[in-house]
């Protein structure tokens, strides 16, 4: 066997090899369009290093002229190839560059099958046996086919296209890609297009060996393809490293993580994650199964929240309950945030989640030791009131009395006077239900229950609090002036609670002015809309407030014989509950419009409470 | 007495209440006289015989024992009755001291309301009589002569008509014809009828 054979075979066949691995990469990840370029590159230069030698072997002109002609198929295909390699792995070189040299390309393909025997040779005429490599080749002799030059047009054009991609990868700060694989790329077309053009137009005598200079492009492709598998394996390890460190981290933390890829619907959940949401270590969950530990109450708000952040890469946060397949329930607060593909498209959700049950806990201790406090504070109102209260209810009772009593004298007669024995009955049936309305905002008020925020009217909590209170400010000789502005929006809260707040400053008020002269109890309720702000103002022209207002509001601060001082303080927690304000100041200063800020000074209390947004009911 | 009538007045800020004594009241005859305010009822009050005035304690705006006062200060006081819907005791002692009829304590009983409202309004019929008779009496004792009446308030004291007659500087026949026009002024037959008629003025006149 001659080098001849051999050299050109193993380039060929070292071409293909290549070619195969990188087709397979490829084929693993469709997105990897080097190596798909790279493969077939690699293709085409083991064709053309096959009919080079069958060129270098020919033995009459005919078959040479073939083998030629032929070689322009690989040509055009490594030449295309290497173009999209540039575009797509550099990402550098002109378009239009690129778009010329294809179309030159593909019409020095056409022109090669439609002029002259091949694009080189009008005609081979004979051919010539040199010495090469210490045995005899052969190369053609004839006459050149001058549209060989649109062909090397396409090669001076790559070179230059190369060339100014080098350029901008160098600017770009690559300089490696840009020396290696620019550099061998410019370097190999320069020597191929020399040999080329010295062979071609049989200036030298010399067989045509640029399969050589196409492997060497092939080498340098295939380099820098590698370095890109090699740091992906790189990456891989250092994700495992991190994947390592982040579990050790998370498992500390007593973090769970979790992945949902939307694609596969699979849930992928670290240890931590797996004990939280009562998982088995090697058990596949899907997402549907994931929700189905979920309190059903909580369900479909996570559904949609996770969802959603899949969907949009937006983040989420939240806390909800699981129920555990042993029926424990568990507290969770979560944070996450879903991720698109290269794409765009939504590919999966991450997130973390934290066993919270324990804070949870101890929050709705304190919540309802202080729903305690407030209705501790409510019954001390009432027994406060609880004198106008029976009279309260004293009144309906005494007029149904009377009233049957004048029903039974009227029956008695004769004849009977029945039409107002019928109205009798009408009013008795209406003064019961006023008792009754009585009895039921009574009870309202000395229930103990949770918080039930509704949109309410302050407007309508004034008149509450002063049918409750009327009795007993009558009894104080206490004038009661309302202006309420009919136009404020309402607010959200638990009317029981606020009625409270109200009726506590209502009772404070009426024994403030315990000490004035009759005429000088002056009792103001007042409600104004100011920004986004619903004000409800009582105010009275009673002892007034320490110098320093806010003093009145600590725990155990009162001027009453039989008070714990607790009432405001409790009101204030009301208030906070409610993201609303409770303040003081002298009526003087509050500027109330009423007969009231005459001669004391008195105290004005005001709550902010914030308005409902606007759409709610 | 059952349905002879009489005028009672209703005061009470309840409307409920108001109309409920109304029937009751009504319904055994008395005339009623129905008001929600002290202010109303002042303004339309003309004295009626007999009539009373049944009071709710706990009014705004005026106080009901205040009104009483009021009302008591009057030659011809009308007697009140006290309703009320809470009754301490030191407000019913002052209404009782301040001439009340009774108080009463909502819800009130029938009986108890109607025995007071009779009670009120015999009350103030005999008033009406004796204030009559003191009127009537006034008068005549005004027809008298300056002399006449020295003459009487020494004859009421129990002198003799000697003494009189040293005391005024005239003769004994002189008291004698004065003494007799007193009696026919006074239209009294005897000296004891003159001499009550004498007391039933002077208690009249304090």
New interface residues.
Partial sequence: MSWVTIVWSATASACLTLAAIHFLVWSYRRTAWADLLFGLTSVAVAIYAVLELAMMRAETPEQFATALRWIHVPTWVIVVSLVGFVRLHLRAGRAWLAWSICALRTLALMLNFLVGQNLNYREVTALRHIPFLGESVSTGVGVSNPWMLVGQLSLLLFFVFTVDAAFTVWRRGDRRRALVTGGSIVFFVLTGIAQSVLVLWQIVDWPLTESFFYLGIVLAMGYEVSREALRAARLSDDLHESEARMTLASEAAGFGVWIWTIATNRVWGSEQWRRLLGFATDATVSLEEVLERIHPDDREKVRSEVRRAGETGADFTGEYRVMLPDGAVRWIAAQGRGYADPHGKPARTLGAVIDVTGRKESERQIEQQREQLVHLGRVMNLSELSGSLAHEMNQPLAIILTNAQAAQRLLAQQPPDLAEARDILADIVSEDERAGEVIKRLRGLLKSGETQLLPLSANDLVQDVLRITRSDLLERGIRVHVALDSSVPPVVGDRIQLQQVLLNLTLNAGEAMAANPPSDRHLTLATVHCDGTVRISVSDTGCGLPPDAERVFEPFHTTKKEGLGLGLSICRSIARAHNARLWAEPTVAAGIPSAAATTSCGATFHLDLPAAAEGKP | MSATGGTVFLLDD?P??L???N??LK??GFTVRAFTSARAFVESYRQEVPSCLVLDV?M?ELNGLELQQRLTSTENPLPVIFLT??GDVPMSVNAMKAGAIDFLT?????VDLLQAVRFALQRSAERHVVNSQVDSLRQRYSSLTPRECEVMALVVAGRLNKQIAAALGIVEHTVKVHRGRIMEKMSVNSLAELVRAAERLGRGNR
């Fill in positions: 309840e409920g209440m109309k409920a004594l029937r009751l319904a055994e706990e705004p819907g809470r909502k819800p009130v009983k029938d």
